[in-house]
């Protein structure tokens, strides 16, 4: 009796049992639970893939660990302002070079990831993100940091399958296309759901392809028009005031002494707003904190003998707009034209890393801003 009662409810649990082995499986296919040892080695050594899962906890330890397997010399620090330098901009020795960079990270979450290496770099271009310093507003410790997540590795694994059966039973993303891995954008491989359904994830040298970097420069520039349209002084980084963040400045000067004891070389990198925005807010003349916070950062990094560049208005660099695809984020011909001021400055740092002519025959034969490589060209 008690046996058949229990093969009928295996019969009935069977259908359960299947989808939920169906899913473990398809979210391991998708590269959403696969290990991220597995995911960096296989970016390593194939050529063209990307990765975004759609639980990003994960990022914290890809980042690093693809840092540790290619052991650069240069190494790119910041958050989403420096996601388009790519490997080959630095084209004597791509190989040489990582972009850390992660979307939403803090100062707290540079600092971190610095003092986790196991290895250290020669040279570090680092970002001063001049939100990370406003003193009108409480910087967001957590943003999309998460820390390393071997402490609950069986959590990530549930919420990984769950998001999977929530994107494919809701319609969102397709058995096929799970199973295809293909790159919509660049059209090779991905790995994560985001990076699948999307076409946006990270590369093997840590920078970011967006899922729009593909579309024509028309459609960009129809995009960037309106973003600066409807741009308004919103969140930390355009939070007008008087204030600097002296926590912020404290920690900054602590993890510059640690990164002068080491006996490294650092460059400090704000990257540009939008010339327009940039006239907007010298306009509005209640941004004194920009000022203060220009001041200081000037003088402090002076005070640890490493150079730090503002740039404020490109249009004196060449910059006619299509540089950037929003209000403040440089595309891959603005970062590569920024890195470009950076080489000229500091041939000495870069000379065995960049040819320069090299870089200038890449700007000026570029079809699409957000392609400078021309990969995407049809």
Partial sequence: MIRRLLTKLG??????????????????????????????????TEAAVIYAPAVTEKIWDYKLESYQARRPEILILGNSLMLQIRDAFFNKQPAAVYNAGVGGWWLQQIVDFYQSLEHSPALIIALMDFG???????PDSAGTYFGPLRADAYGSVRQEVI???????????????ILNQRDPVAGGQSLGLEAIGRGTGYRADGSRQLSFSGESTSIQNEKRASALKDFNFAGARFTPGSRINEDSFAMLEAFLAQV????????????????????????AGNFLNMD???ARMQELFAAYGFPYHHFSDMRAYGANGSEWY???????SGALLVLSVLFERHPDLFEDYVNQEAVKALLANMRNPMDVLNELAK
């Fill in 132 to 138: 990370w310093f406003n003193g009108e507003t409480a």
């Fill in 326 to 332: 929003d209000s403040h984020h440089l595309n891959e």
């Fill in 163 to 177: 998001e999977t059966a929530h994107r494919v039973l809701g319609g969102k993303l397709s058995i096929a296309q």
């Fill in 260 to 283: 002068k004891a080491d006996g490294l070389t650092l460059i400090g990198l704000t990257t540009p707003y939008h010339f327009l925005v940039h006239e907007r807010i010298r306009e």
């Fill in 11 to 44: 019969l009935l649990c069977l259908p359960l049992i299947l989808l939920t082995l169906a899913l473990i499986g398809l979210a391991w296919h998708a590269g959403e639970t696969m290990p991220v040892s597995a995911i960096v080695e296989r970016q390593q």
């Fill in 292 to 294: 203060l916070i220009l």
